[in-house]
């Protein structure tokens, strides 16, 4: 049973900073690393849109609008993913979904979602 536990969003003004976390509840170590890990964002009225991932490499690709301001890490010992957003804009506002795509299965889980509001 993979599940995707996210924590770290909240409210900040414009230029601050926020972490967000997923842990896979209940995955084995060999499943954690056996896939990308990503995180989606979807703002209101918008479509769910790719915004970091980190490869089982580990290689990791950013969205250009956050490239430099966000930075994706994973921590296999405590089957954790990061995403930590510095510098953070009104624009980023949305709700921040984890992914896990297993390579296993070629399945994709998801997150329950958190919310990131920037105030300008």
């Known amino acids: 049973q993979v599940q995707l536990v996210e924590s770290g969003g909240g409210a900040v003004q414009a230029g601050g900073s926020l972490r967000l976390t997923c842990k896979g509840s209940?995955?084995?170590?060999?499943?954690?690393?056996?896939?990308?890990w990503a995180w989606y964002r979807q703002a209101p009225g918008k479509q769910r849109e790719l915004v970091a991932s980190?490869?089982?490499?580990?290689?990791?690709s950013y969205q250009d609008s956050v490239r430099g301001r966000f930075t994706i890490s994973k921590d296999n010992t405590k089957k954790m993913v990061n995403l930590q957003m510095n510098s953070l804009a009104a624009e980023d506002t949305a709700v921040y979904y984890c992914?896990?795509?297993?390579?296993?299965?070629?399945?994709?889980?998801w997150g329950q979602g958190t919310q990131v509001t920037v105030s300008s």
């Open positions: 209940r995955m084995i170590l060999s499943t954690f690393t056996d896939g990308t």
């Open positions: 992914n896990f795509h297993w390579d296993y299965n070629n399945a994709d889980y």
């Open positions: 980190i490869s089982s490499g580990p290689r990791t």
